[in-house]
Every structure is written in structure tokens, then in C-alpha cells.
């Protein structure tokens, strides 16, 4: 293994033994994008002179030296924050946004911004205005979405670790699908100051990293309250590594059974329950139980987070940053030709689903009744979490796709299923691998904890990755 | 206004708030600054960037709220209002919707037929926009320009109930609501800094008929006047249309000052569709007793309550009362100065006299004159001990008006010292009496008014010094003994 291969706490421990340099470190990780990053396609922009300038201060702090990536959604005051959009192709931030500023306190080292389905709607990252980017482990395939930049940068080890966001499932679908750890913290513990947000009150920024260890230390830079964000909790910082222990003795784990009963790929459905026998062997309480509502998560997913977007997403609109149409005669045409030319089609469809869910028409109808649904869903999952420490069900209804596989808007809504409720709530999920298909392709398995209920999650999560030992396998990507 | 119909007014004030920085970024709200320079990522609306609600401006809405007799609700919350303009930076404006901090409350005016309520339906928090700058006229500008310094100031919308009755009702209910607001310091009000706009919402109906008729919406007046002018023409244009059995159309129209009338902007149909949903970025407010207690308690004596009290505690005519508690400022400085002079009346007159005379000549502010109201008083004393009369008042007056000296100095230096002294006036009368024969003999034939011309005389001598009182005894005296 190279550097690049080894995850945050691995390459901690060789940069404080002195065993190697920043500069060895960064190097590596240099030449491994050099390497493979053509087929990949990870990024968008990528800042390796940033990067170099950055090693050669002394860096201080727990994440000192260690080469990180961005998703293209988190603002970064001089580096051009794009949202694999055509409407903000050119567009360079003046502000940090808080984690990026948390993150630079800790020393990390920023090797660039990472592609995404544009404007984070979508879950292949086929959707970027850009290019696709595809999965280390079979380059035909997708990475996931929408940070599926993220996780294949870290798959591939072009970058230790990432950072995405997660709307829907944005972290955990692709984590998963790469074979990586992706954690959805608990809405408000970490800033969304400089988050170019898709759906306000679902949108939360988490790590993809290649263990939980490296989850945990990622998660204590990056919660905390930011008085710029008045969703932000106030809350003590906690330090998430004290969780970082093999026990789950006596655990009490829920499966809803509206998840089981449901019909999707027999290999993940038998890996996520091979690794629960595998809990319940060593002493957690395993249980099925019902959670009614849960089956309307994804209809309440798309009507809440597409009338939010077309909310969020009316500022672009050529006047200030960004793309603006020339072909415009007065100022309604700049703003509709602008729109028309700059956003693709994915982001054009959920803006205009979203603008008739919020109209005097509909609003009722849909936006009402949803956020009822939505209240409903959270009491049910609180109810649960009365009896239970973790809800476990896998994370992804499918395995990594063919790109180009799923057309059908509708059909890919789908693979939400098992991931939207965690953001509906307000709760955190981590996403784990279990298994591997027989075409060789990871499986996630997710734990959900209640709100603010990281510590267990982690705890429950690292007793598994050591039960599974599934830690040491990469993709063999074909190296140049 | 023909008997036969009733007019429905209702009126929506748009107030800017005095808070030193912006409503949800900490920019500066200073008037008048280089464009764009009160701007930052937020009131830009930078992607990425979030609210954080000023609880001034919080402070501020709920003093109006007070003020004007409202409800303060324990809950409310931030909508967004969506539109495209160039001035609205993130295209939605964050306002309230369906819980406004502010309900039912109201402001009692003074009509011809005594006080009448005039209902405040509620009171709302929202951000200002832009301003554009067309480069010629709007029409056939190639471009614009926009300022931001503006987005993000705080606003609070007063919504009054159709309580309107008529035009000068509207007029009298403005200058009624910018008087408390003035009052309270919660804004300046200044409506050609554009700190106070009105829209105006107007409808009639038959005598007697109990649904509200078709009302239009009128914009753009830059003034009460203008306000109560626009509303005027509007309702007899709706008059017209009705008597000719034709139907008003529901509308919003815009006030043209060089015009002198209203012209249709819009109509119903072409009405924007807000989309209003609450902003995910912001938590619902909920304002505690303890916060309304603690604004309650910091509440100046609202306008009305101190005309009250100045006519209960003072003595003083309803007409002075009203005169001195107009501005908040103007009625300190009464205060301060019966404080040491107790003829509440002989103060008021002075005030409402002279005083409001030269603040007007010299176009002053009531902070900017010099004259402390320990001067004025300290003069009336000097009247008062005999040391001026009133005549020479009226000079030392104006004197310490412009220059901030003290009476007492003014008196000394020019020399304005009342002539007390009876053998000297003695004198003067007696050459008073010898110059004017036959006005001695019509007084000693009874036109005893004649003597008011001999008093002249000596005042005339004396240059105004001379003690009038003693000055007319001495006379009697003297002609009595010739
Ligand atoms: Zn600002």
C-alpha cells in the first residue's frame, strides 16, 4: 500500500512518528490523481500548487498535513465553488464556509473541489454539467450521487478523506456505493454557513472516509455551533473518538420490517442481514419493528426538498455572479434565458416540480400535507428510539449501477428510499461496507441512531468493521 | 363625497427600523453612503449564506407593537416571499406571513366628530431590497445599476383595518402613526429618505350596503399629502365609474404627482403568486413575557397619554397641550423648564410663541438650539423680580435664542435692566407731564385710557427699561397732586 492508500489515522501516526513528511504525503496523493484521475474523474478543480504552498508553513492540529477533498458545494473564498453547475462554471466565492474554515484551523490539506450531480440533485454524478465521474471499483459503473466525487476520490485514494452533503442520501448512497464510510450527522450539529444549500432543512455536511475511526476524527473538526447559522445547535463539543470501542452488548437494534418485506437486489438484503447475525452474535438485541409512515419518505422527500429548491436556487439568476445569457433584450429575459442556458435538465425539473408544490394551487395539497407526513414520520422514529439504541437497514436498495442504467427520473427517485428518512427526521446514519456483490461491488449496510446520537452510531458501526474485517480491500484500479 | 356612498380605506405603512445594523447580517444601515459599500456575502445572498435574525430589530417591532395597542404573539415565524427582481438579491424576500409578530391592535385619531379607533390589523418584520439606478429614464435606460446598501434593512409592515373612512382620516392616521413611532425612537420616519412608504387600499360602497365593494391599490405617494390627494381622486374616480353603472375593477394603480391621478398598473390577473413557505433558515421566534416586560418597561409616554397629562398636571388649554407634546423633544424641553418655573402657562406661551417661531426661521431642530431651558425660565424669573419687563423679555428672548447666553449676562451686557428706581422716573414723568398738556387734561376729565399715552412716553424715554407699573402710579400720582 501507498500513502495514498492509508486512511487519516494511519497517516497521522507515520507523520508524528516522523516516519514521512506533509510533503511525502502530499506527493503521493498527487501522484495517484496523476495516475488515475483521468479515469475516475473525480474532480473539478483541482488545487495541488494551493496545496503544496499550504505543506510548506508548519502545519499544526489534529488533522495536520492530511490531504482532504472538497465537494464542489462548499464555498471556498478564492477557489471557484462550482456545483458541477455551467451557472457558476467561473464563479469564485469571497467567503470560507465554516467547516473549510475549521478544517484549514486543523491543518488539513485541501487537494481540490470534487464533482457532484448539479446543484447536488441526483445520485450518479452523471448529472454534472462537467463530466461524469465513475466508480474506482468498476470504472463502468457509477460512483453514486451526489457526492459521488467525493467518495470515488477517496475509493481511489486520490484524497484520505472527503467531505459531502447530504440532502437525501447524498453522502451515504455513494460511501456505499464505493465501498466506503459516510456519515449524516444530526441536523444542526454541523454549520451549513457556506453550503450552497439544494433543500435547507435537510441539507447537512458529513464525511466520507475509508474507516469509522477516521469518521470520528473528521466529525469532531467539523460539529460544533456556529452562531452563523441559527439551525446550528448549541451543543458542548464532544469528542466522538471516545466511542471508538468493540462493544455491543446488549444493543438494541430495530429492523423496520416495511424495509424487509420490500423487493430489491437478494445480495444486499442477504449481506445486511448476514452482518446483523453477525451484532446479535455478539450480544446486541436484534427486533423488527414497524415504522407505517416510512414508505411515503420519498414522495415527502421530493415535495419538501424540490419546493425548497426552487426557492434556494431563484438566485441564480444572472445578475450579481455566475452565468449570465447574452442574449438577452431586458431584464425578464436575461433572467429566463439564463436559467434556460446554465442549469441542466435534472435541476430545471426538480425547480419547476418545486415552484407548482409551492403554488397558491398546490401548496396545500402537497407542501402542506407533506410537512404533516413529515412530523408523523419523525414522532414514529422517535417512538422507535423509546425502545431502541440503532435502526439498521441496508443503505441502498441496489448495488453501484451501469452508468447511463437507470433513465427513468422516477425509478432513480427510488433508490432513495432507504436513505431519505434519515434526513426527513433530523437523525444521523452512518453507512458502512458489509459485503461484496459477486460482481465484486461493495455493499452498504446503515445505522441510524436517534438525534444527537453519533457516539453510538460510531460505537456500534467500529464494533462492526471489526467483526467484518472488510477494512484492507481497494479497488485495483489499472494504474498508468 | 355624495351621501350615497361610503368610503373604505385601509392603509399598509412600510417603516424602516433605527437599528444601527442590518436584520439579518451585521452591516451598517446608515442613509446616504458610496453604493454597495453596507454589503457583505449575506445581504448580497451569496450562495451558501445564511440569516441570523438582529433581536434589535425584534426590540423595535415590539415597541410599535405596544405602542399601537397590539398583541404580542409568543409565536411566530419567517416566511419567504418569492419574486425575480434585480434589487431582491437571493429572489425572495424573508418576511412574515400567517403569524406576524403584532396583531389587533389600534390608534385613535382625532376627526371632526371626536376620537375614533382606527384598527391596526398587525405588524410584520421584513427586509428591505435594492434600489436600481437606470442610466436615463427607465424606459430607455441601456442598463442599471444596483445598489444593495438598502437590502437587508429592517422593516416593520403596519396593516390597519378598512376602518378609513375618509381621505383626511387616512391623513390624520399617518401623522398619528408616525408621531408615536417618532415618539418611541423605533424610526425617523422620513419620507423622503423613503423610512416611511404607504400603500393605500380603497373601496366604496352604497350607504347602508354591507359587503365591501371592489377595492384598488394605490402606490407611490410620496407624501400624506399626497397620500389624502390620491385617495380623494381615486374615490371619485370609482364614484364616476359606479354612477354610470359601470364596475371597478380590482387593480393596483399608481399615484402621478405631476398628473394628479392614479393609473392602472396592474390587475388582478397579473398578480405575482408569492409562493410564501416558511424559511427553513429560521427557527420560529417565540418572544417570552419576560421580553415583552422588559420592552414594556423601557416605553416612553406614548403622544396622547402626554397631551393628557399636560392638560391634568399643568392646567393647560387642550390646544397647548397638543401643541407641546407634538414631538417627544418639544415636550421634554416644556417639562424641563416648568421644572423651574412653575407658571406652566406663562411657559407654554413663550414655547408656543417665540420659540416655535425662530426654530422655524432658523429651520433648527429642537437638539440644535442653544437657548437650555434653564435660560428660559431663568428669565421669566428676572420678569418676575422686576428686573426686565416683557417688552425688553421679547429681546433678551431672541437674544439667548441665537446666542446661548445666558438672560442674566444679555441683561448686564446690553444694559436692558429695568428702570426701578422712583426718583428717576419721578424725573422722566414729570418731563413727560409738562411735554403733553392737553393729555393731562383729558385724563383729569376722566379719559382715564389717556394715561396709556403718557406711559408710552416714558417707556420711549427709557428705551423700554422703565417699570411699567411703577411708571403708571407715579403718573396718577403726579397728576393728581398737580
Ligand atoms: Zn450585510
Redesign the interface.
Given at each position: 500500500m501507498e500513502l495514498c492508500d492509508l486512511t487519516i489515522h494511519e497517516l497521522r501516526e507515520k507523520l508524528e512518528n516522523k516516519e514521512v513528511t506533509a510533503a511525502d504525503v502530499l506527493d503521493s496523493f498527487l501522484r495517484r490523481i496523476e495516475a488515475v484521475e483521468e479515469k475516475v474523474k473525480a474532480y473539478v478543480t483541482i488545487t495541488a500548487d494551493e496545496a503544496r504552498e499550504r505543506i510548506s508553513s508548519d502545519l499544526q492540529g489534529s488533522l495536520a498535513g492530511i490531504p482532504l477533498a472538497l465537494k464542489d458545494n462548499i464555498s471556498t473564498e478564492g477557489i471557484r465553488t462550482t456545483c458541477s453547475s455551467k451557472m457558476l462554471e467561473n464563479y469564485i466565492p469571497p467567503y470560507n464556509a465554516t467547516v473549510v474554515e475549521k478544517l484549514n484551523e486543523e491543518g488539513a490539506v485541501i487537494l481540490g473541489k470534487t464533482n457532484l450531480d448539479e446543484f447536488a440533485m441526483g445520485g450518479t454524478t452523471g448529472f454534472s454539467a462537467f463530466h461524469e465521474t465513475r466508480n474506482p471499483w468498476n470504472l463502468e459503473h457509477v460512483p453514486g450521487g451526489s457526492s459521488g466525487g467525493s467518495a470515488a476520490a477517496v475509493a481511489a485514494g486520490e484524497a484520505a478523506a472527503a467531505l459531502g452533503t447530504d440532502t437525501g442520501g447524498s453522502i451515504r448512497q455513494p460511501a456505499a456505493f464505493c465501498g466506503l464510510v459516510g456519515l449524516k450527522p444530526t441536523y444542526g450539529t454541523v454549520s451549513r454557513y457556506g453550503l450552497l444549500a439544494y433543500a435547507n432543512s435537510l441539507d447537512q455536511i458529513g464525511p466520507i472516509t475509508r474507516d469509522v475511526e477516521d469518521a470520528a476524527l473528521l466529525l469532531n473538526v467539523i460539529t460544533g455551533h456556529d452562531p452563523k447559522d441559527s439551525t446550528s445547535v448549541q451543543m458542548e463539543q464532544a469528542d466522538y473518538t471516545a466511542f471508538l470501542k468493540e462493544d455491543l452488548a446488549g444493543m438494541r437494534i430495530a429492523l423496520p420490517k416495511e424495509y424487509y418485506e420490500l423487493d430489491y437486489n437478494p445480495e444486499v438484503k442477504e449481506s445486511v442481514l448476514a452482518a446483523v447475525k453477525k451484532m446479535e452474535a455478539e450480544g446486541a438485541v436484534v427486533e423488527e419493528v414497524s415504522i407505517p409512515s416510512i414508505e411515503h419518505s420519498v414522495a415527502v422527500y421530493y415535495i419538501l426538498a424540490t419546493g425548497e429548491a426552487s426557492s434556494n436556487l431563484a438566485c441564480y439568476d444572472g445578475v450579481r455572479f455566475g452565468y449570465r445569457s447574452k442574449t438577452a433584450g431586458n431584464v425578464a429575459e436575461m433572467f429566463r434565458n439564463t436559467r434556460s442556458e446554465a442549469f441542466g435538465e435534472e435541476v430545471k425539473r426538480r425547480i419547476l416540480f418545486g415552484t407548482y408544490i409551492l403554488s397558491a394551487e398546490a401548496y396545500e395539497d402537497y407542501y402542506v400535507k407533506a410537512q404533516k407526513v413529515r412530523t408523523l414520520l419523525i414522532k414514529e422514529i422517535e417512538d422507535v428510539f423509546k425502545n431502541y439504541d440503532l435502526i439498521v437497514t441496508p443503505t441502498t436498495p441496489e448495488t453501484a449501477f451501469k452508468a447511463g442504467a437507470i433513465t427513468d427520473p422516477l425509478e432513480s427517485y427510488k433508490m432513495d428510499a432507504f436513505t431519505v428518512p434519515v434526513n426527513l427526521a433530523g437523525i444521523p446514519a452512518i453507512t458502512i461496507p458489509c459485503g461484496f456483490s459477486s460482481a465484486n461491488l461493495p455493499i452498504g449496510i446503515q445505522i441510524m441512531g436517534p438525534r444527537f446520537g453519533e457516539g453510538k452510531l460510531i460505537q456500534a458501526a467500529y464494533s462492526l468493521e471489526k467483526i467484518l474485517q472488510l477494512g484492507n480491500k481497494r479497488p485495483e484500479l489499472e494504474v498508468r | 363625497m355624495s351621501r350615497k356612498y361610503e368610503t373604505i380605506i385601509g392603509l399598509e405603512v412600510h417603516v424602516q427600523l433605527a437599528t444601527e445594523s442590518k436584520i439579518f447580517c451585521n452591516c451598517s444601515t446608515d442613509f446616504g453612503a458610496e453604493p454597495n459599500k453596507h454589503t457583505c456575502?449575506v445581504c448580497?445572498?451569496?450562495?451558501?449564506?445564511?440569516?441570523?435574525?438582529n433581536k434589535k430589530v425584534v426590540d423595535y417591532a415590539i415597541m410599535a407593537g405596544l405602542a399601537l395597542n397590539c398583541n404580542i404573539n409568543s409565536y411566530s415565524k419567517f416566511d419567504?416571499k418569492?419574486y425575480?427582481y434585480?434589487d431582491l438579491?437571493?429572489?425572495?424576500q424573508i418576511s412574515q406571513s400567517d403569524y406576524p409578530i403584532c396583531e389587533n391592535g389600534y390608534i385613535e385619531i382625532d376627526t371632526e366628530e371626536g376620537t375614533k379607533k382606527i384598527g391596526i390589523t398587525r405588524i410584520h418584520m421584513e427586509e428591505d431590497a435594492g434600489k436600481l439606478v437606470h442610466e436615463g429614464s427607465i424606459d430607455q435606460a441601456t442598463a442599471?445599476l444596483?445598489d444593495y446598501n438598502r437590502t437587508g434593512i429592517p422593516l416593520i409592515e403596519i396593516v390597519s383595518a378598512p376602518d378609513i373612512r375618509t381621505p383626511s382620516e387616512a391623513r390624520a392616521y399617518l401623522t398619528q402613526l408616525k408621531q408615536i413611532l417618532q415618539y418611541i425612537g423605533v424610526s425617523d420616519c422620513n419620507m423622503e429618505e423613503g423610512s416611511l412608504r404607504c400603500d393605500a387600499n380603497v373601496s366604496i360602497r352604497p350607504v347602508g350596503q354591507k359587503e365591501f365593494g371592489t377595492k384598488t391599490e394605490l402606490k407611490n405617494m410620496n407624501s400624506f399629502r399626497a397620500v389624502e390627494r390620491a385617495l380623494e381622486y381615486e374615490v371619485e374616480r370609482q364614484r364616476k365609474i359606479l354612477e354610470e353603472g359601470g364596475e371597478i375593477i380590482q387593480e393596483t394603480r399608481t399615484w402621478d404627482e405631476s398628473l394628479n391621478k392614479t393609473i392602472s398598473m396592474r390587475t388582478k390577473e397579473e398578480a405575482a403568486?408569492y409562493?410564501?413557505?416558511p424559511d427553513?433558515?429560521?427557527?420560529p421566534l417565540n418572544v417570552d413575557r419576560d421580553w415583552v416586560e422588559r420592552i414594556k418597561s423601557s416605553l416612553p409616554e406614548l403622544p396622547r397619554e402626554k397631551r393628557e397629562r399636560f392638560v391634568r398636571e399643568y392646567a393647560l388649554p387642550e390646544y397647548d397641550a397638543g401643541v407641546l407634546t407634538d414631538s417627544r423633544e418639544l415636550a421634554d424641553y416644556f417639562e424641563a423648564c416648568v421644572k423651574e418655573y412653575s407658571d406652566a402657562k406663562a411657559v407654554s406661551n413663550w414655547i408656543m410663541g417665540d420659540f416655535l417661531r425662530l426654530l422655524k426661521e432658523e429651520n433648527l431642530e429642537i437638539a440644535e438650539v442653544k437657548m437650555t431651558p434653564a435660560h428660559l425660565s431663568g428669565m421669566l424669573k428676572l420678569m418676575d423680580e422686576g428686573v426686565i419687563s416683557s417688552k425688553i423679555a421679547k429681546t433678551v428672548f431672541e437674544e439667548m435664542f441665537k446666542t446661548g447666553k445666558a438672560p442674566e449676562q444679555i441683561v448686564e451686557e446690553k444694559g436692558l435692566k429695568q428702570i426701578s428706581d422712583a426718583g428717576q422716573l419721578e424725573e422722566i414723568v414729570l418731563k413727560v407731564i409738562e411735554a403733553n398738556p392737553s393729555v393731562v387734561e383729558d385724563i383729569k376729565s376722566g379719559k382715564d385710557k389717556a394715561i396709556g399715552f403718557l406711559v408710552g412716553q416714558v417707556m420711549k424715554e427709557t428705551r423700554g427699561k422703565a417699570n411699567p407699573g411703577m411708571v403708571n402710579q407715579i403718573i396718577r400720582e403726579k397728576i393728581e397732586s398737580l
Open positions: - | 456575502p448580497l445572498g451569496l450562495p451558501g449564506t445564511l440569516p441570523v435574525l419567504r418569492n425575480f434585480p438579491p437571493k429572489a425572495y442599471s444596483v403568486d409562493r410564501y413557505f427553513p433558515n429560521l427557527p
